[in-house]
């Protein structure tokens, strides 16, 4: 806005606030600015018979005493609303960039629908331990399931909207998610198992294949003895 009204008005007036600022610390006249002339020239003309009669003389503008607040007051608004606006920018690029604050964000929504605590208990883990699994699955599923647009996502129709339908929302993609991260789990530990099976038996030694033949005293038997080696 402010910009448009610099191309509106023009005579540098995005620093317009700036220059009254300057003067009135200088202790100057603040309130007659060159954008905003209050005495001017003016050329009008006297008709008489067969005569035109040309003349200037100095005007008064009062309703330029009334624009020049107008705008000082809109120029310090604007400015205003751009530093507000940039805070604010700043303010959700950090709530959505860091993975803490998400993790907190989403973990806040779940509370209020239980999700997460509605596993069964586990009698062979222990309450810190469950407490430490919970912990790293809320992070994977706001750093690898919803990431930062997710999050934004969220956080735009809570804003907007209201924080149950949200947390709702939260709560059905975290139960997807969940569902999910322990079929890769299990694929993950059998994958693992047989990892560490194959290179169990892989640094066995090899087996030595044991000879056999046919003796010739019993054929009717025709069992098989070991060959003795020389």
């Given at each position: 806005q402010?910009?448009?009204?610099?191309?509106?008005?023009?005579?540098?007036?995005?620093?317009?606030?700036?220059?009254?600022?300057?003067?009135?610390?200088?202790?100057?006249?603040?309130?007659?600015?060159?954008?905003?002339?209050?005495?001017?020239?003016?050329?009008?003309?006297?008709?008489?018979?067969?005569i035109?009669?040309?003349?200037?003389?100095?005007?008064?503008?009062?309703?330029?005493?009334?624009?020049?607040?107008?705008?000082?007051?809109?120029?310090?608004?604007?400015?205003?609303?751009?530093?507000?606006?940039?805070?604010?920018?700043?303010?959700?690029?950090a709530?959505?960039?860091?993975?803490?604050?998400?993790?907190?964000?989403?973990?806040?929504?779940?509370?209020?629908?239980?999700?997460?605590?509605?596993?069964?208990?586990?009698?062979?883990?222990?309450?810190?331990?469950?407490?430490?699994?919970?912990?790293?699955?809320?992070?994977?599923?706001?750093?690898?399931?919803?990431?930062?647009?997710?999050?934004?996502?969220?956080?735009?129709?809570?804003?907007?909207?209201?924080?149950?339908?949200?947390?709702?929302?939260?709560?059905?993609?975290?139960?997807?998610?969940?569902?999910?991260?322990?079929?890769?789990?299990?694929?993950?530990?059998r994958?693992?198992?047989?990892?560490?099976?194959?290179?169990h038996?892989?640094?066995?030694?090899?087996?030595?294949?044991?000879?056999?033949?046919?003796?010739?005293?019993?054929?009717?038997?025709?069992?098989?003895?070991?060959?003795?080696?020389?």
């Open positions: 402010i910009f448009l009204l610099n191309a509106f008005l023009g005579n540098d007036y995005h620093l317009f606030g700036f220059e009254v600022i300057s003067k009135f610390l200088r202790g100057l006249d603040w309130g007659e600015s060159k954008r905003f002339p209050r005495v001017t020239l003016c050329d009008f003309h006297i008709r008489e018979i067969g035109t009669h040309r003349y200037t003389v100095q005007c008064v503008l009062p309703i330029n005493l009334f624009n020049e607040k107008i705008f000082l007051i809109l120029w310090f608004w604007t400015l205003l609303l751009a530093a507000f606006n940039a805070g604010d920018f700043i303010a959700w690029l709530r959505i960039l860091r993975i803490d604050s998400r993790t907190a964000y989403v973990r806040r929504k779940l509370a209020m629908n239980r999700s997460s605590d509605n596993e069964p208990p586990d009698q062979f883990t222990s309450p810190e331990q469950r407490k430490l699994n919970e912990k790293v699955r809320n992070k994977a599923f706001v750093r690898d399931y919803l990431q930062e647009d997710g999050c934004f996502t969220l956080r735009l129709l809570a804003r907007n909207g209201q924080d149950i339908i949200v947390g709702e929302i939260i709560d059905k993609l975290y139960q997807n998610f969940c569902t999910i991260y322990e079929r890769q789990h299990v694929n993950a530990d994958t693992l198992a047989l990892t560490k099976s194959n290179q038996y892989s640094s066995l030694p090899p087996v030595q294949p044991r000879q056999f033949e046919i003796s010739k005293n019993d054929e009717e038997n025709r069992h098989l003895v070991p060959q003795n080696k020389a």
